[in-house]
Every structure is written in C-alpha cells, then in structure tokens.
C-alpha cells in the first residue's frame, strides 16, 4: 500500500470514527436529559456507569492478552520477514525498504478496534455483574449440590459468561497472531505444506495451553449446568445418567484437558506439532466416546430398562422445583361437582353474574369502535382492553380503547415534517361500552363516546389528550410557535398548548444540534417555531408491535424486566393511566422446567413483582414493588434504590383497576396442566395430563386454542361478584371439561390462584363438545347457512364457561358482519347447560329458552291432537325435509318455495290449535 493511500485509508476511518463517535455521545446525552425529565437520572448513571466500567475493562483485559501475544509475534517473526526479502543479485545484498513503523501502527490500530470490539461484547454483562455484586438469597437450596438457588442466579451467569468471552479472547488473539506470522513469512504454504518456525509452535502452543484451562474450568461448570438437562422426555433436569456417569465424564475431561494444558506448556521447550496435534484430536476424541458414548450407551443399557425405578427422586426433585418457580404451589384445588340440574330460579338468584357475563369479544369490537368511533381518518384504535368499574353503584365489567394518533403520515391532513412533529401531537379520548349490552341494531351501548367525551354513567375525563400510547413512535415538539390540533369540532379545528411536564426542555443551541444528530433531522435545528420553552418529547410509545421485543418507554428505563403484551387503559380520578404488568424472570432456577420453544432454556421462572404506571398526558413512569418477596426484585431494588415505590403509596382508585396478568395466567396454567401430577408414578406415567382446549372461533372453520378472559363472576360460597381471569381445561386428547383454573383480581384475594377439580367418573362438557353441538343443531346450523348465504360472514365469538352455583353454564355470542368491509354487529347469543341447548336475541331470550322446560310450561299430548292437526303436522315435516335437500344441493329458489309452503302450513297449525 503506497503512504498516500496509507493516509486517505487512516483519515477515512478518523472521520467515521468521529461520525459514530459523535451520534453516540449525543445519544447518551440525550437519553440522561429524558432520564432526568422523568427523575431516574440515577437509573441511567448505575447503567451507563457498569456499561463502560465493563467497557474498559474487558476492552483492557483484551488489549493487554492481544497486545502482549502480537508484540511476541512481531518480535519472533522478525527473522523471517528480512531475510524472504533477501535476494543476491551481482553479488550484493539490496536494503529491504523499512515498513516496520507503518506496520507496527497498523497492528496498533488492528488491536484497538479487536478491544473495541470484545469490549462491546463485554458490556452485554452489566446486568449480570450488578447481580452478581448485589445477590439476595432465596432460602432455598438446590437438591444435588446444596447451593442457595441465588448461586445459580445470581453467581453462574457471570462465570459462564466469563469463561465465554475468555475463550473468545484467546481465539480472536490466537487468530490475530497467526496472521502476524503469516505476514512475516513465519507461517507459510511453500512445496504443497505448511512450513512454521519454533517460535510459532512455541507460540500456539501457549495459547492452546491457556485455551485448555479454560474448557477445563468449563467443565467444571458443566456440572451444574446438569441441573438443566433436557436428556430426558419424562422430566427435566439432572437424572440418573447425569449423576452416575455425565458428571464423572466431566470430571475426567477437565482432568484431560489440564493434563494437555501441561503438555503444552512444556511443548514450549519442545517445539513440535506432534503434541499439539495428537492432543487436540484426543480432546474430540475424549468428547465423542467419554462425553456422549458412555452416557449414551449407559443410559440405554442401565437405565431405560429400569427407568422409573432410578429416576423417581429426580422426577421429585423437577416436579417440586418447577411448582416453586412459578408458584404453581400456591393453587388451591377445589372439588366441584359439576351438575347439571340449575333451574330458572338458580338463574334469577344470579343475575348479577348473569348480567356481568361478556358478550363483547375485543377482536370484533375492534372494528366495530374503529367504523363508527374514530371519528377522522388520523384516530385510530389500537387494541380494546377489558376492565371493571362501579357504575351506577353496580359493579360492571367494560371494554374500552384509547383513541391514538394514526401512525402512518399519510393518514395525517398533509404529510409534512411540521404536522408529523408539531401540530398533530396527540390522540384523544377513549371509547367505553358495557361488556354485556346490547344496543340498537346489535352495536354496543357507549358508556363514553365521541369527541370530546360524552359520559352518560359519571365517569369523567378530565385530560382526554393522549400523548403517550401503544403505538405513538414518532418524537413531537410541543409548546412552540406552531399551535397544536387538539380536537375536530364540526367543520372547524379546536388548537391546544401543551401543558404537562413531560418531555426535555429544548432551552438551547446545543441540545437542538444533539437532537438534530439524535434524529439525523436538521429541521430540529433550523426551525423558528421552537422556543426556549419548547419540550421535545420522543419514546413515548409502550406497545410490542411491528417487531419490537419490548414496550419501548417503559424497557428503556428497567431493561432487565419483562413486560406483559398487553398494556391496558383505565380512567382513574379523571386522568388517563396506562398500567403494564412487569415480571422478573430467570432461566436458571435449578429442575424447573422451561417455558418457550422445545428444548430452549428461555425461562423457567417467573414473578409478576411490578406494576408499572404512565400518565398519557405528562409521560410520569411509576414502577410499583408489588411482590416484595421475589428475591430477584430486591436484587434490582438494591442496585437501582430510587426506582420502585412501595406498593402501599397505589390509591385505592388505581389499586381497584389493577388485575392478575393474562400472559403470566396463560404460562401458569399450562404447566399446571402437567404439574396438577404430584406423585412421581403418575406424572411419570402421564396418566393425567391436561391440555387447554380448543374452541371455534371468529370466521375460521378450525378449532384453535382457548385463550384466557376476564369475566364477572360469583362464587360459590361468596356473596358478591367479584373481577376474575379464567380458563377451561380438558383431559389431553378428550373433549370433556376436567378443570375450571381461575385469578382472583380484586381486593384481599388478589392473586390467589384457584382451580376447580371436576369429577372424573362423569361427563361434563368441555369447549369443543359445547362447538360440535352447536355445529350438529338444526335450527342453529340453518340460520347461520343462511347468512352465509346472504353475503354476510358469522363470526363466533369467546365461548364462556360460567359457573353458577355448583354447575357451569356455557356462552357464546354470534356476530353478523358484511363481508365487504362489514362492521360487526351481535346478533345472537347462544347457552346451553346440560342437555340444553338454545339461541336467543340476546343472553336473557337464549337463557330463557334454555330454562323454559323448568318453568312448568304445559306440554301438550300428540295423542290428543286433532286429527287434521296430526295431518298438518306430517305435511310441515315433509316440507321441511324437502327444504334441507333443496338447500344442500344449492337450489335456492326451489328451497325459497319450500320454506313458503312450510310457513303457510305452520300458519294452518297455529289457527286450528
């Protein structure tokens, strides 16, 4: 390379440098002003502090192991890279041109950035190191080696992770150095071989030797890392081959490899490739037959023969662990006797739960509010939640969304960088509706509706601007020069100036210019509409969409959380509040099995400990310590000791909004479909697994699985309704229902998990045998055929299992909806108990079906019947059957006709009763 493009090359690479260097300090200077702005400065200064602390010094670790390997390998490679230059012509001995100096700063450079780099790598442990200086017991020890479950939390991660990036070191190093050499002519390809000097086997062999130690140490964490063996189907982690023969495998592994690390060490006099050689390949050899063949064939051979026999403490020792970890312990099994003998009286003495039961399914109540309540095209709603408020005195449970600003520019009046960030800020309001009414035309009935709010039931919002919502991703700039849209009133705009705390005071040249860069947005800069009181308000969105791991606001401040993924609004003392659950989860609690995808340890526990809160107007993050047992919660609350506030500091008007989470719900409920099974012989045998069932829903014509739902309910054995989270559970394989899992939400007995126990020696209908019978009833099946027909397409909704007294009671809504951009509309209800099996206008026509026979309505006696009645009674048969057959072979004209002549005989009937 000539200097000059040596120089071009090196000022290149300086301006990049000083253009990322740039865009990352101005990065990390605006995001402590949006730390400060919200008060968790300290949050950023512990997280930024342990990053570059981390930084420097696994970047010096690095630089110190690589710099000293490649100062030894451009010394020793010195003799080789003069003399191949060494070319005698007419007897004399030519100088060789000196590079040594470029190249010496080229290997500087090429050190610095490896550091760079394996420091960045090092930073990924900030987390890890913070637990690992602030660790909390769990006052429970593992059942192999006896150490406190805070070991294998808290002090594991670091080891492994530092084992790991030594390893990389020395690799990245070994590999660094050999380029070196190769440069110098130290290690070349000459005559069809590799030729090397002593030095360069002297050299490796070094390496090789560290490298061995550390597969050895390695090995010595392996052995607790038997503690999250997935070799066996029937349960997770160690088992009998794991502490009979893997552990001692490993054992005489890390004994191998420091006994190669000696070899090689004194390789170091020898200078061969012999050793090196054969003990690399009497490592791979060691790892196939004394790492998997003898566990292998020792499993098979000993174990799998008398596999119960030899496993039965370890299938213990993971059926009690994985109950601990998700506190599937603490469910209180309740027998329930599952009758079917309710009457109309039952019904009438619950009315309250009846009358709670949600008939609004959020998917297609989704477009429903979005057809006739978004009012202009930049509204939008993103998701419908589920809540409960005291209305009228009456405790009731609502679906309700947030108004958001559409996301997509083209939405917006005109796509221009001044209504994007300026004018067209915020959202507003929200939607409201009862769960269960029905309104004119089967639409719902608005508690709050239109712009601005109209209530109807006293519920007011006080601050119906939305700044901050699930999917509000673009950065505003509010309190300028530029009025903001606040709302449409008839054929005029209302205009609004912010007036909250939230965002960072925009109060000079150099912030502007840093968020300029921040963006790579120079209007930022260039505008005359911002002030020195204007604030600049960005990652203000909390949803999970379009990708995205985590709600943005709320992970940037805890990012070592994990947020449920779905955040839901709740109207408290007139304010809008977002409230998102937040759990602390970990994937190293000894023998519990992991939740996620097979054969991947991504968690295996997990505890709802936080509750986090937003103002939709001001932006103000709360983080609640809700669970203060966890101790993975008073680890965090150790290291960050100004972020969470008591859980006695929520208002009994927040608290009354706060519910048990449904993705927690949905994990606990799963595994407690395997783990009910306590007795080792049986959860090893399988013989009493529950799945969660399936269930016909919206258009789609095949079952998918259940999800959980809020519902309003009464106990039995309670004397009022209260707000629960619920799923039905069926025996793996069958249809009947075998389990009833229910959250508690409200007041002294949040969070107590429940499940009803149902007697195996009967039937009690489960979801998929409550579809199948409404799919095989006539009258059901004609009706919704003919609104097939009719261009309209049926959608089902939620199957609800309700229990009433000491029976269950199932509900099933029926939307109508126009196929070309339909908006649903509830045109039908269906209930069955027992036997019985109708569908009504609304829940009370179809329970009053149901329920007629326990009325004492007088069944008349065919035998007594007139004799032209018995007549026109076999002519409206032969009509109706006639009918079917028109239909099923798509005559509709012909089964028009016939569906007149059936009427026109039942007119007959009804005049000579």
Same mark, same amino acid.
């Given at each position: ?191 069809? @071989?590799?030729?090397?000097? %002593? ?26 890392? &038997? ?36 070899? &090689? ?111 202009? +095209? ?173 709600? @943005? @606001? ?20 007139? @304010? ?86 449904? !993705? ?36 789609? !014509? ?149 329920? +007629? ?12 019947? %007139? ?47």
């Amino acid at each position: 390379m000539s200097k000059r493009a040596f120089v071009i090359l090196i000022l290149g690479f300086a301006v990049f440098a000083a253009f990322v260097g740039l865009r990352l300090l101005s990065v990390i200077y605006t995001d402590y002003l949006w730390f400060s702005s919200l008060g968790f400065h300290d949050v950023f200064i512990t997280i930024i502090r342990t990053k570059t602390l981390a930084f420097f010094a696994f970047g010096s670790v690095f630089a110190l192991i690589c710099g000293i390997s490649i100062v030894a390998a451009r010394r020793y490679g010195q003799p080789t890279r003069i003399m191949a230059l060494e070319v005698i012509i007419d007897g004399d001995v030519p100088i060789p041109p000196d590079h040594s100096l470029r190249q010496r700063y080229a290997w500087i450079g090429i050190v610095a950035l490896l550091s760079f780099f394996m420091g960045v790598a090092g930073t990924s442990a900030w987390s890890v190191v913070l637990k690992y200086i602030n660790p909390t017991s769990f006052d429970l020890a593992d059942p192999i080696f006896g150490h406190d479950i805070a070991f294998y939390v808290f002090s594991l991660p670091l080891y492994n992770f530092l084992q790991g990036w030594f390893i990389s070191a020395i690799i990245v190093t070994g590999i660094a150095s050999i380029v070196s050499y190769h440069q110098d002519r130290a290690v070349r390809y000459d005559d069809k @071989r590799w030729i090397t000097t %002593p030095h360069v086997r002297a050299h490796v062999s070094i390496l090789a030797a560290i490298l061995a130690l550390l597969l050895a140490w390695g090995y010595w964490l392996k052995k607790y890392e &038997l503690l999250y063996s997935f070799r066996k189907d029937a349960f997770f982690g160690a088992g009998y081959t794991d502490l009979n023969i893997q552990i001692w495998a490993y054992y005489l592994m890390l004994f191998g490899l420091v006994v190669l690390a000696g070899l &090689l060490f004194y390789n170091v006099r020898v200078r061969t490739w012999k050793i090196p050689g054969f003990g690399a390949a009497g490592y791979l050899g060691a790892i196939i037959v004394v790492s998997w063949c003898i566990p292998i064939i020792f499993e098979l051979v000993v174990v799998r023969p008398n596999e119960f026999d030899r496993e039965k403490p370890y299938i213990q020792h993971a059926i009690n662990y994985t109950r601990k970890a998700y506190r599937l312990d603490k469910i209180e099994e309740v027998p329930f006797p599952g009758e079917s003998d309710l009457t109309a009286d039952d019904i009438a003495n619950n009315q309250a739960t009846i009358q709670s039961i949600p008939l609004w399914d959020r998917r297609p109540l989704m477009d429903t509010y979005s057809q006739i309540q978004e009012i202009r +095209s930049y509204y939008k709603f993103r998701s419908v939640d589920v809540d409960r408020y005291r209305i009228d005195g009456t405790y009731r449970q609502v679906m309700l969304a947030a108004r958001e600003l559409a996301r997509n520019p083209r939405d917006l009046p005109g796509d221009t960088w001044v209504n994007r960030h300026l004018v067209y800020t915020h959202g507003y309001g929200l939607v409201m509706s009862p769960a269960n009414e029905i309104a004119a035309e089967g639409l719902p009935g608005f508690l709050l509706k239109d712009i601005p709010p109209v209530t109807s039931n006293g519920i007011e919002v006080v601050r119906p601007e939305l700044y901050y919502g699930e999917d509000m991703r673009d950065y505003i700039i509010v309190r300028t020069n530029t009025p903001e849209f606040d709302y449409p009133k008839g054929d005029e705009n209302i205009y609004t100036n912010y007036q909250g705390r939230g965002g960072v005071l925009l109060d000079g040249f150099l912030k502007r210019l840093l968020f300029s860069i921040r963006f790579v947005d120079p209007f930022i800069l260039f505008t005359d509409a911002i002030t020195p009181q204007s604030r600049i308000v960005f990652d203000r969105h909390i949803g999970t969409r379009f990708g995205e791991d985590a709600p @943005r @606001r709320f992970d940037k401040i805890a990012p070592f959380l994990r947020f449920d993924n779905d955040p839901y609004l709740a109207v408290v003392e007139g @304010r809008l509040l977002w409230i998102q659950d937040a759990y602390t989860i970990s994937n190293m609690f000894p023998y519990s099995m992991p939740y996620g995808r097979p054969y991947v340890r991504e968690m295996n526990y997990i505890r709802n400990s936080v509750k986090v809160v937003l103002d939709a107007y001001n932006g103000s993050v709360t983080f609640y310590a809700w669970d203060t047992s966890d101790p993975l919660l008073k680890t965090y609350m150790a290291i960050f000791p100004h972020l969470f506030k008591s859980a006695d500091e929520i208002g009994p008007a927040l608290r009354a909004h706060l519910r048990y989470p449904i !993705d927690l719900f949905d994990i606990q409920a799963a595994l407690y479909n395997t783990y009910h099974m306590t007795t080792p012989i049986v959860f090893y045998n399988r013989e009493d697994v529950w799945e969660i069932p399936t269930e016909y829903y919206g258009t789609v !014509d095949r079952p998918i699985r259940m999800h959980p739902y809020y519902v309003m309910a009464r106990l039995p054995g309670e004397d009022r309704e209260e707000y629960i989270l619920m799923l039905p559970a069926t025996p793996s394989n069958k249809p009947n229902m075998i389990g009833w899992i229910f959250a508690r939400c409200d007041g002294e007995n949040y969070g107590r998990l429940v499940v009803y126990k149902l007697p195996k020696e009967k039937l009690i209908y489960g979801p998929m045998l409550i579809e199948q019978r409404i799919n095989q009833d006539t009258d059901i099946s004609r009706e919704i055929t003919l609104w097939d027909q009719r261009g309209s397409d049926v959608i089902r909704g939620n199957l609800l299992v309700i229990p009433i007294r000491n029976s269950f009671i199932y509900v099933e809504p029926l939307y109508l909806r126009a196929s070309q951009h339909g908006m649903p509309e509830l045109k039908r209800v269906l209930a069955v108990h027992g036997d019985r099996l109708a569908m009504g206008e609304d829940l009370n026509d179809a329970l009053n079906r149901v329920f +007629s026979i326990t009325k004492g309505v007088p069944v008349r006696d065919t035998e007594d019947l %007139p004799e032209d009645l018995k007549i026109l009674a076999r002519q409206a048969y032969q009509q109706f059957e006639t009918a079917q057959k028109h239909l099923q072979a798509g005559a509709f004209s012909d089964y028009g006709q016939s569906v007149e002549a059936l009427r026109q005989t039942l007119r007959r009937m009804n005049e000579n009763e």
